[in-house]
């Protein structure tokens, strides 16, 4: 079974604090990705990367950075937590078929 | 651009009741993905469907797709209390999936 976890389901942060999210998979996909989950706006992409130490901007990348400096790790970085940035972010893998999902961080910045 | 509309975003039907949510994309694409999601939890891959015509089925739920009208559905047959969940559909739209709202289906017993 393919296997993503995430570092943690549940973080509150300050405004301000620079919050690190990661992601790791066990199954050598080459693909990542993170989202973020908002009730009655369905999952928007923030970042991909298709290879170690590639990225590409999504649908939101203002405010985040990601970094994936090994395949099986990809991480979502918010340089300076906003109050806007309170969401679900969920992080996925895929070979070119189907995407497999995190557990997903619940995030709350006050 | 590739958009992706869902309808019904929420559904309350009783156990026992068929229903059919559907999903229309407004570009070509030739891949399209169901989801199901529990409340406060993960995406659950649902169905795979890469061509026209796809039919596929699990259980009470089975999944068509059309790419002519740009169109695919998710019809559940004589509906029980544990497919009470979100659904997404997700279309292939190049380099990233283009995802639906999601519709909230509730099945009260």
């Known amino acids: 079974d393919v296997k993503v976890t995430q570092s943690s389901r549940y973080l509150v942060k300050r405004t301000g604090e620079k919050v690190f999210l990661e992601c790791v998979q066990d199954?050598?996909?080459?693909?990542m990705f993170w989202y973020r989950q908002d009730p009655g706006l369905g999952l928007r992409l923030i970042y991909f990367s298709y290879d170690v130490k590639m990225k590409e901007k999504g649908d939101i990348p203002e405010g985040y950075s990601v970094s994936r400096e090994k395949k099986e790790r990809f991480s979502l970085i918010l340089e300076s937590a906003s109050t806007n940035q309170t969401s679900m972010y969920l992080c996925a893998s895929s070979t070119s078929d189907t995407q497999y999902f995190g557990p997903g961080t619940r995030l709350t910045v006050l | 651009e590739l958009k992706v509309e869902q309808n019904p975003l929420f559904l309350s039907m009783q156990e026992g009741k068929n229903y059919t949510i559907y999903c229309n994309y407004s570009t070509t694409s030739d891949r399209l993905y169901w989801y199901r999601q529990d409340p406060g939890k993960s995406l659950e891959s649902l169905f795979v469907l890469l061509s026209n015509g796809a039919v596929k089925q699990e259980g009470r739920l089975m999944a068509s797709l059309d790419t002519k009208a740009r169109l695919s559905t998710l019809h559940i047959t004589a509906a029980v209390h544990d497919l009470s969940a979100t659904y997404f559909c997700?279309?292939?739209?190049?380099?990233?999936?283009?995802w639906g709202a999601g519709t909230k289906l509730i099945i009260k017993p």
């Open positions: 997700a279309v292939d739209g190049g380099y990233q999936l283009i």
């Open positions: 199954m050598d996909h080459e693909n």
